[in-house]
Structure formats: C-alpha cells, structure tokens
C-alpha cells in the first residue's frame, strides 16, 4: 500500500477551518482515501473517505485532486472538540486491514 | 447496536502473569482486528480475522501472543507471560465485508504490566 505523509501536528484557533494535507504519492487504481479521527483516550472513529474530486459529510469535507498523489482533508470552523490526531490511510477495496501512521495531531486553541 | 465492546478498559498486573483481552464485535461484520497501540510506535495491526478465522497475525510480536475467535461475537487476545514492555493500549475493531465502510473501534483496553 501506499505510504502516506502528513504533518506532526498543527494549531489552529476557534472558528478557523482546518485544511490537512496528506501525500500519498504511490497510490495504486484500486486505492481509496480514507481519514480517521482519533480523541483522546478513545479507539479511532472513521471520518470520510474518497476516491477522487469531493466527497462531503456532516463532519468533513475530503478534497482529491485528479492525479490523487495527495488529499486535502477540510474540517470548516473548528471547535475546540476538534482537538483530536487525525490519520490518512490508503485503503485498498477489498476490505484489507488499516495500516496507520503516525498522523497529525490538532490543536484547537480558544 | 452498542458497538465493539471490549473488557476490561484497565487492566494493571504483574510481570509473568497472564492476561486475556476480550472483544465483542459488532453483530452482522466480517471482519475483526486487533491492534496496539503506544506512543513510540503508534497503531500497530497485530491480527485479522475474517469469517473467524485468522487471516494475517505476522504483527503479532511474539509467541507469548495468541488470538482466538471461536464465535462470530466473541474474541480474546491472550498475552502469557506478560512483560512490562507489553504495556499498551490494546483496541479491537470490526467492519463489514465492504472495501468502502470504515472499521469500527472499541474503546480500548489499557494494559500496565508492573
């Protein structure tokens, strides 16, 4: 599976919307995009998941350009609640196992 | 449903003991993973199971590490003995046989070997 790349951490303030860049350069045809959230204390919980262009939710928007070697994951207007690691996996369709980085962690500051 | 329940959430014991994890998957998903996780070495994939049945436990650290499934609603990982480097959180998780839903995790059981 691909090997995906993504910042340690950031910081960002109430209100702001928080865009999460990750790489994953050698990404194959049958691959999807997928983002977890983690919270502290807690088991990851899915977030969204996308093969290319947009895909929104109610928590999440997921940006994927045509090439697909990155997404861009796009929480609008943070909370504090927000404050959580968020990881980008590659996942092949067939229902293969999630392999996990190390992810970004967000700091959402009042 | 009540989601991927796991006992216990805490588990503190000493070194050599054994300590079995327990997990109960969600009702209907084909799939069941176990996983660990620390701060030095992140969410590590220990084994999968598919149907029951193991599928891929070459994460599994070592032979004092052993899973079973003998039911679709049940599951145990067994540490024995347990060393104080095994301390971890341990989390189960289950998803359907669809490439396109997410897995669902447990909250995790924290293991202090002392």
């Known amino acids: 599976l691909a090997k995906t790349t993504q910042p340690i951490s950031m910081d960002s303030y109430e209100g702001q919307e928080v865009n999460i860049t990750c790489s994953h350069n050698?990404?194959?045809?049958?691959?999807?995009i997928t983002w977890y959230q983690q919270f502290p204390s807690q088991g990851p919980r899915f977030i969204i998941q996308?093969?290319?262009t947009k895909v929104t939710n109610e928590v999440a928007s997921l940006f994927i350009p045509a090439d697909r070697k990155s997404s861009t994951l796009s929480l609008p207007r943070v909370s504090l609640s927000d404050t959580a690691v968020y990881y980008c996996?590659?996942?092949?369709?067939?229902?293969?196992?999630?392999?996990f980085g190390k992810g970004t962690r967000l700091s959402v500051i009042a | 449903d009540a989601g991927v329940i796991q006992s216990p959430r805490h588990e503190v014991t000493e070194m050599g003991q054994e300590v079995t994890l327990r997990c109960k998957p969600i009702?209907?998903?084909?799939?069941l993973f176990w996983y660990r996780q620390t701060m030095m070495r992140g969410l590590e994939l220990l084994i999968y199971f598919n149907n029951n049945v193991p599928i891929d436990d070459s994460g599994m650290p070592e032979d004092r590490f052993s899973a079973k499934m003998p039911n679709a609603s049940f599951s145990t990982l067994k540490i024995q003995p347990s060393e104080p480097r095994d301390s971890a959180v341990y989390f189960c998780a289950s998803s359907f046989n669809q490439g396109a839903i997410g897995a669902f995790f447990g909250q995790g059981t924290r293991l202090t070997v002392v």
């Open positions: 996996l590659v996942v092949r369709s067939g229902n293969t196992p999630l392999v």
């Open positions: 009702s209907g998903h084909d799939y």
């Open positions: 996308g093969y290319k």
């Open positions: 050698n990404i194959a045809t049958n691959d999807y």
